[in-house]
């Protein structure tokens, strides 16, 4: 049976981040390729909920809890979700250790965060991802939760996956495809060797086309923070999928120079855009009455970056909006952007 051992010293891949520079370096720049998928939660499989951030409310706990088990699953809550240090739930060992606790069990077939906000960057230090690739099952979270998503596909290497939190799930407004679509992608398929085909309608400023390639992507700000880490993405060969909200126009245009002159719209395939909810337009982030615009609009923004050969695509649902789709990170995609829709199948699924 697989024993997790807290470290004593917050490691990278079973050495410190000071150590094996030339692992790191290997790790940081080597190309990616499509990761397999985990074993799918089957129905009636146990998903284990954790809070790698702020601590949720009680209430999100009991309802992300009594929605999965309406649909015949079982749920554990790691007990430090109930843990509070400030704005989070817990201190960053604890946030780690739950997380780490949930894949050396080997009743849980799904790890699922309850909340995120601010709080999973430094846990990436402290996870142990050998560990973790040892006993693969999916993880599910997005916004803060990007870069884990990202640093478990890209060093304990499966597909993880970009999909709502418990606070996603239960707020009253949410959309009931938002689970559907999660169980279905994290779910076995419906028929094996079938493949995946999901549509997608309600888009806007779309520009037309065919890729295919690998789903890269996450929060903007949280993709950008990960960059010249051990952690890192990469776009070549990218289905490249973002989203960000709250955020100043400016600072979105900053972090989109900032991917450009690292080179990570170089080898994109297609790119597509979340709704970008709550963007402000302003100079100080407040957007206050007497501000001056930014000038450029996140189309406008977007555009400046994307290589206009390409299939791009506005109003995916990706992000912080009532329509939250599930992706599934690392896996491979045929993407069709036509008209105000787009379709994404994922044969190997």
């Known amino acids: 049976m697989l024993q997790y051992i807290p470290p004593h010293v917050p490691a990278f891949d079973g050495m410190t981040l000071k150590g094996t520079t030339a692992k790191v370096a290997a790790i940081m ?18 998903v284990g909920l954790i809070a790698p951030g702020r601590w949720p409310d009680p209430a999100v706990v009991d309802g992300t809890v009594a929605l999965l088990e309406e649909r ?5 809550t790691h007990p430090q979700v ?14 780690a250790e739950a997380l780490m606790d949930m894949f050396a069990d080997p009743t849980i077939d799904a ?40 640093a478990i596909r890209r060093l304990s290497g499966f597909v993880t996956y970009h999909g709502p939190m418990g606070v996603t799930l239960v707020e009253a407004e949410a959309d009931p495809r938002l689970l559907d679509d999660l169980l279905t992608l994290i779910g076995p398929p419906r028929r094996k060797g079938a493949g995946l085909k999901m549509g997608y309608d309600g888009l806007r400023d779309t520009r037309e086309g065919r890729a295919e390639g690998i789903l890269v992507g996450g929060n903007i700000t949280l ?3 990960l960059i010249g880490t051990p952690y890192d993405w990469s776009g070549e060969q990218a289905i ?23 080179g990570k719209f170089e080898g994109v395939r297609a790119v597509l855009v979340g709704e970008a909810t709550g963007l402000l337009d302003g100079e100080t982030g407040r957007a206050l009455p007497d501000e001056q615009p930014y000038g450029r609009d996140l189309r406008t923004i977007v555009e400046a970056y994307v ?43």
């Open 29 to 46: 720049f080597a190309p990616l390729l499509p990761a397999p998928f985990p074993p799918p939660l089957k129905k009636g499989g146990t």
């Open 82 to 95: 109930y843990l509070r240090d400030g704005q989070l739930a817990g201190s960053d060992a604890a946030r």
């Open 223 to 225: 993709l950008q923070t």
């Open 111 to 150: 790890v699922m965060c309850a909340r995120g906000g601010t709080g999973a960057l430094p846990l990436l230090k402290r996870l142990k991802y050998d560990f973790i690739a040892a006993s693969p099952k999916p993880f599910v979270g997005f916004s803060d939760a990007t870069v884990l998503v990202q």
């Open 72 to 76: 015949g699953y079982t749920v554990v």
């Open 240 to 262: 490249l999928f973002l989203e960000d909200t709250d955020e100043p126009l400016y600072k979105i245009d900053r972090a989109l120079q900032h991917f450009a002159l690292a």
């Open 307 to 349: 290589p206009k050969t390409l299939p791009l695509a506005f109003g995916f649902p990706c992000g912080h909006s009532v329509r939250l789709t599930t992706l599934p990170v690392g896996a491979w995609v045929h993407v069709d952007v036509h008209d105000t829709a787009a379709t994404l199948t994922f044969a190997h699924l």
